[in-house]
């Protein structure tokens, strides 16, 4: 009869000490791991984001010129002197009315279309493929494409006006026509966009949400307005968020708007981030006024981005408060 020899006590200890290597590293991978697939995201954000942002800080507190650069500490006298500069306010005028003009029909026009493109249409695919083509448009060619359609002599637009028994209008002098021709490029190229944010929060919305209002009675209008709209309040609020930070930001439509690029004769189309470039490029080319109205830009995005995530908090919790109370 064989006898069974059992193992070394070296070997069993080795063999239990490779299990245990190998649950701490199975351990500290499962910790570790995410960390590391979103560190890129962070290391990006850290030296094109943060370190720009903090060194402007520190501009803006200086004197600091494009060919002497830094100079001698003054504090908030950049700020100062911006919020003293009457094309300030010029600017900051126009960067919100320019805003208003677009995001408002843009959110509108887009919880419209992606709600056309919700149905069961021939080809949604093309449909859907379609309203993004001209996000991918170069904003530059789009500019030149809408500056000679807004032309106040021999512009497309005031042709059509025209046929109608419409003068024309002076789409480059007056303040407010050249705000609707800027907000109709910036509404060109970002209504697909966010159609097709709204479009997928729709297809995520439950189906038999929708059957339970049909059988209720309600139509497609009260449907539309009872049960799809409350569903899409917090992509809604998504949606406006960023489309505040795009539409605070805007810089390429309206200095493509016409060849020479400062914002009209007048600056009645000027934006804060065209004012930011003059300043720094400009005749006077002073950086540390120039980062002084990119720290008021970025203090009035967080203040208005602050705003928003308080009303997004409030519908959320109107929201569940409600479904709790069901």
């Known amino acids: 009869m064989a006898l069974t020899t059992a193992p070394p006590p070296t070997t069993v200890g080795r063999d239990t000490s490779r299990v245990r290597l190998r649950h701490r590293l199975s351990h500290l991978d499962m910790k570790v791991s995410p960390y590391l697939f979103i560190s890129p995201f962070f290391i990006l954000f850290l030296l094109v984001g943060l370190f720009p942002l ?3 800080a520190v501009v ?15 504090g908030l006298q950049n700020y100062i002197d911006v919020l003293n500069q009457p094309r300030f306010y010029t600017a900051l005028r126009n960067t919100f009315s320019i805003f208003l003009l677009s995001s408002i029909p843009q959110i509108i026009a887009a919880v419209a279309i992606a709600a056309v493109l919700d ?12 309203v993004l083509l001209p996000y991918v448009v170069a904003p530059v060619a789009v500019a030149l494409i ?8 021999s512009g497309m637009i005031n042709a059509l006006l025209g046929m109608v028994g419409i003068g024309p209008i002076r789409w480059h002098a007056d303040v407010l026509a050249s705000h609707v021709a800027i907000a109709s490029m910036v509404n060109f190229r970002w209504t697909g966009y966010n159609t097709l944010i709204l479009l997928a929060a729709m297809q995520a919305v439950p189906r038999d949400v929708y059957e339970a209002a049909v059988i209720d009675g309600a139509g497609r209008f009260r449907t539309f307005f009872s049960v ?3 569903m899409l309040r917090p992509t809604i609020i998504f949606v406006i968020i960023t489309s505040t930070i795009g539409g605070l930001q805007i810089f390429d439509e309206p200095r493509m708007f016409d060849q020479l690029g400062l914002g009209g004769a007048d600056r009645q189309w000027m934006t804060l981030t065209m004012y930011l470039y003059e300043l720094g490029w400009g005749p ?37 408060k409600t479904g709790g109370k069901g």
């Open 54 to 56: 903090a060194y402007t």
């Open 60 to 74: 803006s507190v200086h004197d600091w010129g494009l060919i002497s650069g830094q100079g001698d500490f003054v």
């Open 119 to 130: 149905q069961n249409i021939r080809a949604k695919t093309f449909w859907r493929m379609g």
């Open 146 to 153: 809408f500056s000679k359609l807004f032309a106040d002599q």
């Open 228 to 230: 799809t709209l409350p």
């Open 284 to 320: 006077q080319k002073s950086f540390g006024r120039a980062s002084a109205v990119a720290w008021i830009l970025f203090l009035i995005i967080v203040v208005i981005g602050v705003i928003n995530f308080m009303i997004t908090r409030r519908i959320a919790s109107t929201g569940s």
